[in-house]
């Protein structure tokens, strides 16, 4: 037996001891509440990176795009940020992929992330209003009106707005903004 520890397993044709096989660990922790609402209403896997994070920092290819805004109340942030959209699919939102996901950099650091998901016209009214409780929920604000189309708040240090557009189909979108920047 001890020509087999000194040889490597092959050249003394010996068998190798059988692997160790211990209990399954049947006292799994819980899930973390933020991995409870990922895939679902929550927005927090939309934020890959921090919020400050320079444009290098971000894990998947980017491409810039632009924006265009048709109303005249833009502000002025928004206007001097880039921004980028991603080359391949984005994290879920709402348990979709959204059709919108862009990421803006103002003076090269992340300051807003922007993503739209289209939904049926029959559920989106059911379906923002349940993002719109659970976003309010985490963020410890009052829960919203039945019939709104706009729901804003405070998260940590993220500020979100989301509103839904109602047409022949639903746009949910939402927009994230480190609360630090003005």
């Known amino acids: 037996m001890a020509l087999c520890a000194a040889l490597p397993l092959a050249l003394a044709g010996c068998r190798a001891p059988p692997p160790r096989v211990s ?3 049947r006292s ?3 899930p973390a509440a933020h991995e409870l609402e990922l895939g679902s209403n929550d927005w927090h896997g939309l934020v890959i990176v921090p919020f400050g994070s ?3 920092d971000v ?4 491409h810039e795009v632009l924006l265009f805004r048709d109303d005249g109340a833009a502000d002025n942030a928004a206007a001097a940020a880039e921004c980028y959209a991603a ?3 984005a994290p879920l939102f709402l348990g979709r992929t959204p059709d919108e996901y862009v990421l803006c950099f103002k003076q090269d650091r992340l300051s807003r992330i922007q993503a739209a998901v289209l939904l049926p ?3 989106a009214e059911a379906v923002f209003a349940a993002a719109c409780a659970a976003w309010l929920r985490n963020a410890g604000a009052a829960t919203p009106q039945a019939g709104e189309t706009a729901c804003e708040g405070r998260d940590g240090a993220i500020r979100f707005r989301g509103r839904l557009e109602q047409e022949a ?3 949910l979108s939402i927009t994230l903004d480190d609360a630090a920047d003005p």
């Not at 894990?59 to 980017?62: E, F, I, R």
């Open 59 to 62: 894990p998947m290819a980017l």
């Open 121 to 123: 016209a029959a559920e």
């Open 28 to 30: 799994a922790p819980p």
């Open 23 to 25: 209990a399954p660990d």
């Open 169 to 171: 189909e639903s746009t």
């Open 87 to 89: 080359d391949a699919p």
């Open 54 to 56: 320079v444009l290098k």
